[in-house]
């Protein structure tokens, strides 16, 4: 059973789109993080939630938090080239637990 | 950046061999991880530890032992080796509010 679930799996679009990719479950986080890897290196820490509504933003990227803390979400404004990449969702399942990981979105950004 | 250093980056090796993989951290940090990489199941827990001496198994922690004799060092040991261990390994360092990974290391078993 994936925990937590991240959609779509793969996503190809032209520079300049819109795009926002999702993160759910249906269990409660404590907090959730985003990391985005790219071909053969590890994944690389973006952002933390913690707050149940939280909105943060990281230049061209919006991160939110459900109002639950069962699910985010991850939008990108004016995607570029350089924003191609697996983005990975994860969360501790309780208080401190080693973090469980989606299967990630894969990005594709044509220029 | 975390000082975190995997070795070696690449190898590969036969069925039934023992295989010892090495994380190496610099940031003296209690907490250390190691994950597997595979299409289709994403990032996994294989074992974890929290301080010297001190290990957890994760997710999928059969075929695998760790050791920790010093905080700056993680050992993944493959007892022997199967095609099924075939793998980009990934260490980690950190807490529930962010992870630090290494490089990886891409393991192939012929």
């Known amino acids: 059973t994936q925990l937590l679930e991240q959609s779509p799996q793969f996503l190809s679009i032209q520079e300049g789109e819109n795009l926002t990719v999702y993160c759910n479950s249906s269990?409660?986080?404590?907090?959730l993080q985003w990391y985005r890897q790219e071909p053969g290196e590890g994944p690389v820490l973006l952002v933390t939630?913690?707050?149940?509504?939280e909105v943060k933003k990281l230049k061209r990227l919006t991160f939110q938090f459900g109002d639950a803390r069962k699910d985010s979400s991850l939008h990108i404004t004016a995607a570029q080239p350089g924003d191609t990449g697996l983005y990975l969702c994860a969360g501790p399942v309780s208080g401190n637990t080693p973090l469980v990981f989606g299967k990630g979105t894969r990005l594709s950004v044509i220029a | 950046d975390a000082g975190i250093t995997q070795s070696p980056r690449h190898k590969v090796t036969e069925t039934g061999t023992p295989v010892t993989l090495r994380c190496h951290q610099t940031e003296n940090h209690r907490y250390m991880y190691w994950y597997r990489q595979d299409p289709g199941h994403g990032l996994r827990l294989i074992h974890y530890s929290y301080g010297v001496k001190d290990t957890d198994k994760g997710e999928v922690s059969d075929g695998y032992s760790v050791s920790r004799s010093k905080t700056e060092d993680f050992l993944l040991t493959l007892e022997s080796a199967t095609s099924s261990q075939t793998s980009v390994y990934f260490c980690a360092i950190g807490r529930e509010h962010g992870y630090t990974f290494g490089s990886g290391t891409r393991l192939t078993v012929v």
């Open positions: 939630v913690v707050t149940g509504g």
């Open positions: 269990s409660v986080f404590s907090s």
